[in-house]
């Protein structure tokens, strides 16, 4: 029997497990930006975005992290823990960009003296509106030891990226990341790719990650194709 097809989000889809604690992600070719406003079919994104989240999933449960990661069933699907998901999402700033640099009046690629964790309510009716600690403690989204612990998580998770993506030339300028509760622990869910990130060549500032295709630059598989060859090239595992 086919797995139920459990939720169709904008990039990837969630089917059930063959038991109840774990399910299946398929990651496919749609891109998204601006929430939805434009829509592309790219193919082989989702095999490039699966293979990426699979070798830094991997390396990062090597480095003590716990993920929802179990293993790849092919080319683009994911088995994954079933979590809970906690419904902010969590972003990393390295260096200023994209709506950082927007709000705050910044150029992109300005130097931040401390790195930057931001929480958004994941809500595309909303526009995944900022929220605060005790706004997201106050509406019971997570806890205030849940809070400390993903914060924890997002500090360690970019200490490991960042080192692994510098031994490839490349600056982890920003990411954003899911939890979600399993067995009452939390873990990394969701996924982390050049979807999720920003991602400069080191040599040239070139953009190697979704800003391609959000702002028309052209070649946003090559850039994904580019990722992925970089983080084999490095051996993290
Ligand atoms: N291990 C997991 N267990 C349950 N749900 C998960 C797990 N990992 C990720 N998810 C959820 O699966 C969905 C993945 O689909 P996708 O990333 O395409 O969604 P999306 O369009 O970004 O929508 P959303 O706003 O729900 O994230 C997301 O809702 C994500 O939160
Ligand atoms: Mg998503």
Redesign the pocket.
Known sequence: MANELL????????YAGDDNHT?I?EF?D?A?AGNGAKKAELEGKGVLNAEITSILYRYLEKNGIET?FVKMLDETRML??????INVEVIVRNLAAGSFSKRYGVPEGTPLKNTVLEFCL???ELGDPMMNESQITALGIASQKELETMKDMALRINALLSALFDRCDIILVDFKL?F?K?DDRIVL???ISPDSCRFWDKATGKKLDKDRFRRDLGDVLGAYREVLRRLKHAQPL
């Open positions: 939720y169709t989000g904008k990039s990837k889809s969630v399910c992600l496919r749609s998204t929802h994954a823990k079933k979590v809970d998901i994941k809500s595309d899911e979600g399993h869910a969701d996924e």
